[in-house]
T-cell receptor
Framework: AQSVTQPDIHITVSEGASLELRCNYS??????LFWYVQSPGQGLQLLLK??????LVQGIKGFEAEFKRSQSSFNLRKPSVHWSDAAEYFC???????????FGTGTRLKVLA | SQTIHQWPATLVQPVGSPLSLECTVE??????LYWYRQAAGRGLQLLFY??????ISSEVPQNLSASRPQDRQFILSSKKLLLSDSGFYLC?????????????FGPGTRLTVL
């Protein structure tokens, strides 16, 4: 079955600390992978995407993610978190020939001053 | 550049009343369009998607329906709202011939059914 798992519902980090949000997927075909961020009461903004090629992808706002096929993972990282990064983060998987994504249930990030 | 609009931004409706949420996209033609619902503390549930005018695919049997009367307009409706219809409704679009199908989301509509 196709699925996306974000095992951490909530994560709290101090401002300036590093961050890693986990995402594991199960997908029968070559996956296209995405990370979105959602501020409270807002829509989702695309942070970064992976389709093929270099497994380390750079996104907006200083985020990066690494695709590891052997581990079926696409973890999101940031070396130094800012208070404005507090939001909910969603991982999603899609594939060639499909119009539909499968979303994870999200990880809510809290940043301590 | 492309933009996506949703209205209203917030809506409070009584149980049993009708519903109409509208989504429009500017700056692109023949987009794929999507309606999602996001319940509190949960992820995104795909409700409907459309690859062209009059073409609607339903993902989850429920109290809602969708229509696409124009190329860049997508409407979510209900004849009689239920309490369980409360949530945050998001519209999204992707390029019809986009190779990778990345989706872009609107600002959302917060629906509260009382």
């Amino acid at each position: 079955a196709q699925s996306v798992t974000q095992p951490d519902i909530h994560i709290t980090v101090s401002e300036g600390a590093s961050l890693e949000l986990r995402c594991n997927y199960s997908y029968g075909a070559t996956p296209y992978l995405f990370w979105y961020v959602q501020s409270p009461g807002q829509g989702l903004q695309l942070l970064l995407k992976y389709f093929s090629g270099d497994t380390l992808v750079q996104g907006i706002k200083g985020f990066e993610a690494e695709f590891k096929r052997s581990q079926s993972s696409f973890n999101l990282r940031k070396p130094s978190v800012h208070w404005s990064d507090a939001a909910e983060y969603f991982c999603a998987v899609g594939g060639s020939g499909t119009y539909k994504y499968i979303f994870g249930t999200g990880t809510r990030l809290k940043v301590l001053a | 550049s492309q933009t996506i609009h949703q209205w209203p931004a917030t809506l409070v409706q009584p149980v049993g009343s009708p519903l109409s949420l509208e989504c429009t996209v500017e700056g692109t033609s023949n987009p794929n369009l999507y309606w999602y619902r996001q319940a509190a503390g949960r992820g995104l549930q795909l409700l409907f998607y459309s690859v062209g005018i009059g073409q609607i695919s339903s993902e989850v049997p429920q109290n809602l329906s969708a229509s696409r009367p124009q190329d860049r307009q997508f409407i979510l409706s209900s004849k009689k709202l239920l309490l369980s219809d409360s949530g945050f409704y998001l519209c999204a679009w992707s390029a019809h011939r986009g190779q990778y199908g990345e989706q872009f989301f609107g600002p959302g509509t917060r629906l509260t059914v009382l």
